[in-house]
């Protein structure tokens, strides 16, 4: 792994692809302590708190970008977000690159990844993680069953993975997040993918926590199931 100093990083190839998308679990040591190279210091993401720091390596000649996360999207474990090129044409599918993030040093554990950005659009071969609120988590959308069965083969090797299973997930679509008012409900967020809806109905509910939250999908010819949160843990769900 080489590491590359702010002024050589302008430039970086990224081999003409949009950078693929993966969020780690990072253990409490502060990120970057130990890195060899100074943060460079980035502006562009808009609505951020100014300016995250990222650091950047070359693993095998793969750029790969570590990045501060200024909002936290999964509860309160501790994330680093890492972006490097796709390379969805791996036999692996879209998951290969992982393989090559295992040298990421500490304090990211690069064997527990919370998300990985996939090609693919499937619904189902889904490789999911139960969150402690209730719910499960969709962790990665292989194009097969084969491609889904590789990544839980991979990460069942940690056993802080071993919950990981394969199932399918709701469809997309407009879920809402609704918080009951006083004379009218209030809707506090809106979302394309249920799980992301109800991580924030959960972080809602903390600080409100005698009222139940709803998170249903508002689309035409949507989802049917209405999700119930209280006290930041899904109560139940219904259709």
Request: charged share 25%; proline share 8%; hydrophobic share 35%.
């Amino acid at each position: 792994m080489k590491w590359l100093n702010a002024s050589d990083v302008d430039g970086l190839d990224f081999r003409g692809q949009e950078p693929q998308t993966f969020y780690f679990f990072c253990g409490h040591g502060e990120l970057g302590a130990g890195f060899p190279v100074a943060p460079r210091l980035d502006w562009a993401d808009e609505g951020a708190p100014s300016p995250t720091k990222q650091w950047v390596a070359l693993i095998d000649k793969r750029p790969v970008v570590i990045q501060q996360e200024p909002f936290n999207h999964f509860d309160d474990r501790n994330v680093v977000l890492v972006l490097t090129p796709f390379a969805c044409s791996d036999a692996e599918g879209g998951w290969g690159a992982l393989r090559d993030l295992a040298v990421l040093p500490e304090p990211i554990y690069p064997t527990r990844p919370l998300f990985i950005q996939s090609c693919s659009t499937s619904r189902d071969h889904v490789v999911c993680r139960p969150n402690p609120r209730g719910w499960s988590d969709a962790l990665y959308r292989a194009a097969s069953r084969a491609e889904a069965e590789g990544l839980l083969d991979y990460l069942q090797r940690d056993p802080w993975n071993r919950s990981c299973f394969i199932g399918s997930i709701e469809p997309a679509g407009l879920w809402t997040v609704i918080s009951p008012g006083g004379r009218a409900d209030r809707v506090v967020g809106r979302y394309p993918e249920v799980d992301s809806a109800l991580r924030l109905a959960a972080k809602v509910s903390d600080g409100q926590p005698d009222d139940v939250l709803t998170v249903k999908d508002e689309s035409h010819g949507g989802s049917r199931t209405e999700y119930r949160i209280c006290g930041g843990h899904l109560e139940r769900a219904a259709t």
